[in-house]
């Protein structure tokens, strides 16, 4: 069995893993704003947010992650999107 420091570093290179997926998604949801911007659409869709949770949710299930888990996980990377789509609107 590992270590706790043996343990702990596993962490940090999934989170290192993490952080690098989480920011290429960012680059994609940001050229998604561009795209939107550019056809005249509205830089945040409810429905498509909604959509996005039940597929965190389906997803999590999957894992065994419950479903306030897959919410928290989602509310998190959904507001920083948000907040750069938003930024990318208001900026000409």
Sequence with gaps: MPNTKELREQIETIDEEII?????????ADEL???KKQSAQ????EEKEHEVI???RE????????ESEADMIAEVLLAISKERQK???ESK
């Design 20 to 28: 690098d997926l989480i920011a290429t998604r960012m680059e994609i």
């Design 33 to 35: 704003a561009k795209a």
């Design 42 to 45: 509205g830089y945040w869709d």
């Design 54 to 56: 039940q597929r965190y």
């Design 59 to 66: 997803l999590c299930e999957e894992v065994s992650l419950s």
């Design 87 to 89: 930024h990318l609107f």
